[in-house]
């Protein structure tokens, strides 16, 4: 059914596994149609009260793959950034990251998208967007400031360092961090205590607290991927993406 990505039923959760191993799961476009389709059934299956994405091969996500952004697909991973976003900002029931070794990029970018999130212990985080010579995503410019602290945000986006899965708990990006290998089992256990809810309550839950964030990601999002593309066409980004792509 699905190139890069598997969906699996566990009871009444459904699970989304990024599955290009090879690659660290980078997301090209096929892997964002993917996940977009995979979000949208189990957000639909009447059998399935919560969701969980996470990456094969002990890895989340090292981001998107930067062969996309050389020539003219990049026009259509704009057009996929946009559609992922606004699906994980449209989803009903209550979705959380089972997150191991990288979250690069959006692998970062989507759990401020995630209702739970849980790290194994070394994971690495990273938003390189300035790195790059582009900007930030997934409406992250808004969301990664109340979510952490504006100083902390600051540091993460204009720096693009590296940070670690437990600097992500501290700061309340993550919810806890398990041991190496264990993030999935931790996240099904937030899955098992939500399903001792009635399913209905879940969902106005989640809404209710999504109502009261107080920003239209969508329109966010769409200005991001302006100044994104804009900075995208800039020689001195199109070398640093291109030197990225040769080590």
């Known amino acids: 059914m699905f190139e890069d990505v598997t969906l699996r039923e566990e009871g009444q959760v459904s699970i989304v ?3 290009r191993p090879t690659k660290l799961n980078a997301i090209r476009i096929q892997t964002y149609r993917d996940i977009i389709a995979a979000l949208k059934a189990a957000d639909g299956s009447a059998d399935t009260s919560v969701i969980i994405i996470t990456g094969a091969g002990g890895k989340f996500t090292a981001g998107n793959d930067l062969a996309d952004l ?8 704009m057009g996929c950034v946009q559609d992922i976003f606004d699906t994980l900002n449209q989803l009903e029931k209550p979705l959380i990251a089972a997150v191991e ?11 401020l998208h995630c209702d739970l999130a849980v790290a194994g212990a070394g994971t690495k ?6 790195n790059l ?3 930030p995503e997934g409406a992250s410019s808004a969301l990664l400031p109340p ?3 504006s100083k902390q945000a600051n540091e993460l986006l204009l720096t693009g360092r590296f940070f670690s899965a437990d600097e992500a708990a501290v700061w309340g990006l993550i919810n806890r961090v398990v041991d190496k290998g264990q993030a999935l089992a931790g996240a099904m256990e937030y899955a098992q205590a939500m399903l001792q ?4 309550s879940l969902m106005a839950t989640k809404d209710i607290i999504r109502q009261h964030r107080g920003v239209d990601v969508g329109a966010i999002v769409k200005n991001e991927l ?3 593309v804009a900075l995208l066409e800039d020689d001195e980004t199109q070398m640093r993406i291109s030197a990225m792509l040769d080590r």
């Open 70 to 77: 050389i020539g003219e697909q990049s026009k259509q991973v």
């Open 147 to 149: 979510a952490i602290g």
């Open 17 to 19: 596994e990024i599955n």
């Open 125 to 130: 985080f990273r938003l390189p967007f300035a």
């Open 226 to 228: 302006n100044t994104f």
């Open 197 to 200: 809810q009635p399913k209905l």
């Open 133 to 135: 010579g582009v900007c």
């Open 101 to 111: 070794g990288v979250a690069v990029g959006i692998g970062t970018t989507l759990l």
